[in-house]
């Protein structure tokens, strides 16, 4: 692993999951730095990575090669304005930021200078190693691209797009969309309730199908989803109703629609923050 230090400003539940995910793949705990406003999340993050912690932004500003932006996007121009006013030369810093809505001349402008930026949008399985990262750079070494391919490829895919409004589509496809799985398996499991199923086992049940599925696709990429889908559904049998019935009430056009919402909101915020 390079001798890097990279540092998470804002160590939230994004952050918590990369960090899971490299610890997972073998970086050094001392050479990753997480910040954090809030003690107790901190206290978490150490006792389960033995990283470095700190409570002070501009410690691990000063100390990491790299820095990672992790805040919520509205809280990212209060953060960077107290980035820029630590006088510390960012020169030679590489930044990463991995806030929704936000770009890289915006961050650039919140910082007060013409910074090395990268554009990543990661998801939250990330901490199991099973995660999807998209990523837009220009203008950075190739030893800083491989080292932040090495970091988000340590937690999953990690994927370089070729122009910065690839990451919307990115958050669409991979970013927000473990929340669209986990909102079917939600609509599944309250079913199961209604149907009787105690919550332990409604839980069970749903979690152990989506894991199932999820890996009859992965253990199996030579059968396309599709033709996986039609191997559960019988001519005129059970899964053949319930399937005709979520057709007939436009899933795939909802999904569709669902994540035109999801790229709109991201230009949205590019335009309000
Ligand atoms: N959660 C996801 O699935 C996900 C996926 C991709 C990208 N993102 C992006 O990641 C970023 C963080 O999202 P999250 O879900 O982890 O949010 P979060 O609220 O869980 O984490 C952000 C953390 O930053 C801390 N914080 C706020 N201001 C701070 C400051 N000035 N100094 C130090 N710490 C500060 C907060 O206490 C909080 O714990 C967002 O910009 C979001 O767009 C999130």
């Not at 970013?175 to 799985?181: E, H, L, N, T, V």
């Not at 996986?228 to 559904?233: E, G, I, K, Q, S």
């Amino acid at each position: 692993m390079s001798n890097k230090t990279i540092a998470f400003i804002g160590t939230g539940n994004m952050s918590y999951a990369i960090i899971g995910g490299m610890i997972k793949s073998g970086f050094a705990p001392q050479s990753i730095i997480a910040t954090n406003r809030n003690e107790e999340k901190l206290a978490k993050v150490a006792a389960d990575f033995n990283v470095r912690t700190t409570t002070n932004n501009i410690t691990a500003l000063k100390e990491a090669d790299v820095i990672v932006l992790s805040v919520k996007p509205q809280m990212m121009a209060q953060l960077c304005d107290s980035l820029q006013t630590a006088n510390v030369d960012l020169s030679n810093k590489l930044f990463v930021s991995v806030a929704a809505g936000i770009t890289v001349a915006r961050l650039q402008d919140m910082l007060g200078q013409p910074v090395k930026m990268v554009r990543c949008m990661p998801n939250t399985p990330s901490l199991l190693g099973l995660g999807v990262s998209g990523l837009f750079a220009q203008e950075i070494s190739a030893e800083e691209r491989d080292f932040v391919e090495q970091v988000f490829s340590s937690t999953g895919i990690a994927t370089w797009v070729e122009t910065e409004a690839k990451i919307n589509d990115i958050i669409a496809v991979t970013g927000s969309s473990p929340a669209y799985f986990f909102l079917f398996m939600e609509a599944i499991e309250e079913k199961a309730r209604t149907l009787g199923f105690d919550a332990e086992q409604a839980r069970a049940l749903v979690q152990q199908t989506a894991l199932g599925a999820a890996e009859m696709a992965a253990s199996q990429p030579e059968i396309s989803i599709s033709q996986l889908r039609a191997n559960v559904t019988s001519k005129g049998g059970t899964t053949h109703a319930a399937v005709e019935h979520l057709k007939s009430h436009n899933l795939h056009t909802t999904v569709a629609d669902a994540m035109d919402a999801c790229i709109s909101r991201a230009q949205q915020m590019e335009q309000e923050l």
